[in-house]
């Protein structure tokens, strides 16, 4: 599962040990992701749901003024049980998970390194007008996205929490 969520999540994922409340919404590959995809293999499937909950944490952002310009995707291993596909859209990655997530089933954290921070600020003020079709603000958020999210072990939340 990926997780979109913002840096302030980080830090309450660290003091709470958990991300929470539920229902997170969160991606996949799922059925229907598959199907729409049916030439992608395993690799650009999860590459797939992960850039997308990428895109979902521009709007987490966006919403959430107070948070530090950099988006953030949680890995997590998450029971089959506790997953509830929220849209059946032939294309869709998008689940729900049912329950909230331990610190123990994070993977691993991906953040924006402090040097997009602009061209994330940008695309999270724009990121509705894209999903609408506005050309312009794709054009924004296609900056932000030529931004790689860094690679961080479980172990560094501490140091991303202080950082923030």
Known sequence: MYLPATVSALVTLHRSGELGPPPLPAHAVTPGLREWYAEGDDEE?????????????????????????????????????????ADAELGSSVVRISTAVPLAAVAAIHVDSPGAEGDVAAAAEVIEEAVAGDPDAQFTVDGAEDNELEWYDVSELGQLAESS
Do not use: H, K, N
């Open 45 to 85: 499937l999860e590459y797939v749901a992960f850039t997308r909950a990428a895109q979902a944490a521009l709007r987490l952002l966006r919403a959430d003024a107070a948070a530090p310009r950099r988006r953030v995707v949680v890995s997590a291993d998450v029971p089959s049980g506790q997953i509830e596909r």
